[in-house]
Every structure is written in C-alpha cells, then in structure tokens.
C-alpha cells in the first residue's frame, strides 16, 4: 500500500492529514457534501489508506468551495480547505482531468480576475465563465438584476490599490 499521496499531501499542504479520526464535523458542516460522493473526512481517510487515484479522480475535490467550516470544526487543527486545493493541484499536476465539469475552466478564471483586479469580481467572472463554458447566459439574468439593483454586486470591478503586491504573491507561489 502506497502512501506516496500522503506524504506528497503532507509536504505540499503541511498538513497531518493522517491526524484526522473521522469525528465527521467537517463533513456535518459542508455546504456542498450533498453533491459530493465521498464527503471531507472520508476523502481524508481514502488519502491515509493509500487509495490515491480515488481521490485524484474524485469529483469531490473539485466540488470544494474553500468556505473553510471545515477547518473551523476540525477538533484536531487540519485544514482541509488547504487540504482540497492542495490536492486539486496534485491531481493536476499528476495529469488527471478536473473531476467535476468546468471546474479548472472557473480555477484559471477566478485566479486570472484576481491576478488583473487584485480581487475577485462578481460580474465579470460570471460573464466569462458563461462565455466560455457555454452555459446558458440568460438563466442567472433576473438574480443578477437583483443583486445589481441591491448594490451587491457592481458593473466595473474596484481597482485594488497595491498592485505590485498582488503580483508579488502570484510570483512567489510559482516558486
């Protein structure tokens, strides 16, 4: 039995994965574990059995949204946020495909907006990502009016007053 994910996961995320006893209140807490096959604490388990090219493959890594409540809950300190990124660039770099459909697609996306504004923007994300990946573009038109007429989300992104800043830490993650 491998535990080269382990280890990888370990030294890539510094996180002890392994120091998870499936207490479950990351799972309980998950926003999108209804559409997950697996669920957080048992994808940390499959990652601790060796059973690596489940996870790699899984849907469930992609699904993450990185809302941390899972981190907040865990008993034992493990950052499973960081975990699913960690593992989604793991299975990038391993050469799997995203496991769930347009998911690398709105990644490259939402890192590119907050790389040229220094912040994420509502509106053109969802622009592009609805350009891009061919979903409908009217479906989402009387929700978005909604939040636009509220003031939640504005036309022109707000530029990010220290640039340089933002580039500086786009930089240092390549390295």
């Known amino acids: 039995m491998s535990h080269h994910l382990l280890d990888e996961i ?21 926003p999108v574990v209804d559409a997950m096959q697996y669920g957080p604490d048992l994808l940390l388990r499959m990652v601790s059995l060796g059973q ?22 865990c008993p034992n300190d493990i950052d499973i946020a960081v975990t699913m990124d960690t ?9 799997y495909p995203a496991g769930e459909r347009d998911a690398l697609l709105f990644h490259r996306l939402f ?15 969802l622009g592009l990502f609805k350009v891009l990946s061919k979903v409908p573009l009217m479906i989402d038109v009387p929700a978005g009016i ?18 340089t800043q933002v580039r500086q830490i786009f930089q240092r993650s390549k390295t």
């Open 10 to 30: 370990r030294t890539l995320s510094r996180r002890e994965v392994e120091l998870c006893y499936h207490c479950h209140k990351c799972t309980a807490g998950c």
């Open 52 to 73: 690596d090219e489940a996870v790699l493959k899984s849907r469930d890594i992609w699904l993450c949204v990185g809302c941390y409540i899972c981190a907040t809950r």
């Open 87 to 95: 593992l989604r660039q793991t299975s990038l770099a391993r050469g």
């Open 111 to 125: 890192m590119g907006v907050v790389q040229r504004f220094g912040r994420s923007h509502e509106a053109f994300m």
């Open 146 to 163: 909604g939040l636009f007429m509220r003031g939640k989300v504005p036309i022109l992104p707000e530029r990010l007053r220290a640039p």
